[in-house]
């Protein structure tokens, strides 16, 4: 699963039976870059740490209404 695209990986966590491998392999790809950037703006590697969990609680909560026709980057 790890050598599908994005979009291949967001539409398959519309499918009940791929939602948390598909979840993982996004979560595992950009973890480490979105972590990168929130330490760089906070300056504090736990503050950095929580905004990494909200913004990938975010977009869990969020990904069904995720258009299609937009690059998920």
Do not use: C, W
């Amino acid at each position: 699963m790890i050598d599908k695209t994005d979009l291949e990986l967001v539409i398959l966590m519309q499918d009940s039976k791929g939602h948390h491998q598909a979840f993982s392999v996004l979560y595992n790809r950009y973890k480490n870059p979105i972590l990168t950037y929130l330490y760089f703006l906070t300056k504090d590697r736990i503050k950095a740490e929580d905004l990494l969990q909200e913004v990938f609680f975010k977009f869990h909560r969020f990904y069904m209404s995720f258009n299609r026709q937009h690059n998920f980057k």
